[in-house]
């Protein structure tokens, strides 16, 4: 079974940078890792994801501010999310997901597997 552990998180400034990591455990050709994230009182986002080849997408809402990275270890997976130039409105629970489904959906509904989360709280 896929299993996906986050770390990472914290506190910064408007304008800092944080990175989060996923460690991706049990994955398969074909799937995709995604970042999602969920603020108080509002919907699941879909963030950045990145294919069992490489190839990244990203929504609106970080594109030029987030990458999303990926280096393997032995049976793992690790996924990065590199967050610059960080908004008030980045602060959030974020969630590592796994799933065999298409890049460009970053549609929750369509992954399987869930990390834990981590907070990421962004001050003005």
């Known amino acids: 079974q896929v299993q996906l552990v986050e770390s990472g998180g914290g506190s910064v400034q408007a304008g800092g940078s944080l990175r989060l990591s996923c460690a991706a455990s049990?994955?398969?050709?074909?799937?995709?890792i995604a970042w999602f994230r969920q603020a108080d009182e509002k919907e699941r986002e879909g963030v950045a994801a990145?294919?069992?080849?490489?190839?990244?997408?990203?929504a609106d809402s970080v594109k030029g501010r987030f990458t999303i990275s990926k280096d393997y270890a032995i049976n793992t997976v690790h996924v990065h999310l590199q967050m610059n130039s960080l908004k008030p409105e980045d602060t959030a629970t974020y969630y590592c997901?796994?799933?065999?489904?298409?890049?460009?959906?970053?549609?929750?509904?369509?992954?399987?597997?869930w990390g834990q989360g981590t907070q990421v709280t962004v001050s003005s």
């Open positions: 990145i294919d069992s080849d490489g190839k990244t997408y990203y």
């Open positions: 997901a796994g799933g065999r489904t298409t890049l460009y959906e970053l549609d929750g509904d369509m992954y399987h597997y």
């Open positions: 049990n994955t398969r050709s074909g799937y995709v």
